[in-house]
């Protein structure tokens, strides 16, 4: 069966479920995925059990969601489409990178393996999204960095930022204003856990920043 052939909620399901434990090592739960898709649990438990019933993943009651080999390779396929669609909106098209994700979102379902294959060869076949995101290669090989949240980092360090999470448009916008994208070079100059506070310096320009804990969370770097 071929990703085109399921419907845009399981290729939607299967994504979600793989990407949720990319970078944590917490299964996702039937409400977790209820709140991110934006349907009821019932009706993901419903999408649940018809993705079991074609062999895509397998769901024990209250036990965690564990997707097939096969479901594995539909939802890395569905995330190479997204993230190289993502980046050609970015390097080609111009837009922000906090505004590609939903434009992302619809377009995965409508493209087909032979045009992300022409845009991946177009963008120089990249290996990250603009979010620093690891973009899948053709063949289904993900190729995560050794990387770690922020908030884990013991100062005083030097770090670069690796990847930043996209799923809050307005925190990316705050990032921008904060000179903090991939590959900018950073000082972790102390962590105050009791304040929520983590203070950085970035490198290029010497501006001293202190991050709250969820801006922080979403920053994830590795030693410079």
Same mark, same amino acid.
Not at 115 to 128: K, W
Not at 149 to 166: A, E
Not at 198 to 215: M, P, Q
């Given at each position: 069966m071929p990703v085109s052939d399921l419907t845009h909620s399981a290729q939607d399901y299967l994504k979600l479920i793989w990407t949720a434990t990319e970078w944590s090592a917490t299964p996702i739960t039937i409400s977790v995925m209820a709140e991110r898709l934006g349907v009821t649990p019932p009706t993901v438990s419903d999408g649940i059990r018809k993705l079991a019933r074609q062999g895509l993943l397998s769901h024990a009651p209250y036990g965690s969601i564990e997707l097939t080999d096969l479901g594995r390779e539909h939802a890395l396929t569905m995330v190479r489409? +997204?993230?190289?669609?993502? #980046?050609?909106?970015?390097?080609?098209? +111009?837009? !922000?990178?906090?505004?590609?994700h939903d434009e992302a979102e619809v377009l995965e379902h409508a493209v087909s393996d032979a045009?992300?294959?022409?845009?991946?060869?177009?963008? !120089?076949?990249?290996?990250?999204d603009p979010h620093g995101d690891p973009i899948p290669t053709a063949d289904g090989q993900p190729h995560l960095p050794a990387a770690g949240?922020? #908030?884990?980092?013991?100062?005083?360090? @030097?770090?670069?930022? #690796?990847?930043?999470?996209?799923?809050?448009?307005?925190?990316?916008?705050y990032f921008s204003e904060l000179g903090l994208r991939p590959n900018?070079?950073?000082?972790?100059? @102390?962590?105050?856990?009791?304040?929520?506070?983590?203070?950085?310096?970035?490198?290029?320009?010497?501006?001293?920043?202190?991050?709250?804990?969820?801006?922080a969370a979403s920053i994830w770097v590795v030693s410079s």
């Open positions: 489409r +997204h993230r190289l669609l993502e #980046t050609f909106l970015v390097e080609v098209l +111009h837009y !922000g990178w906090d505004e590609v045009l992300i294959e022409r845009i991946a060869a177009h963008l !120089g076949h990249p290996t990250h949240q922020l #908030t884990t980092v013991t100062p005083v360090r @030097g770090v670069t930022i #690796t990847r930043i999470s996209d799923a809050n448009p307005d925190m990316l916008r900018t070079r950073l000082t972790v100059l @102390g962590q105050r856990p009791y304040a929520d506070v983590t203070s950085v310096r970035v490198e290029d320009s010497g501006n001293e920043i202190d991050l709250g804990s969820a801006a």
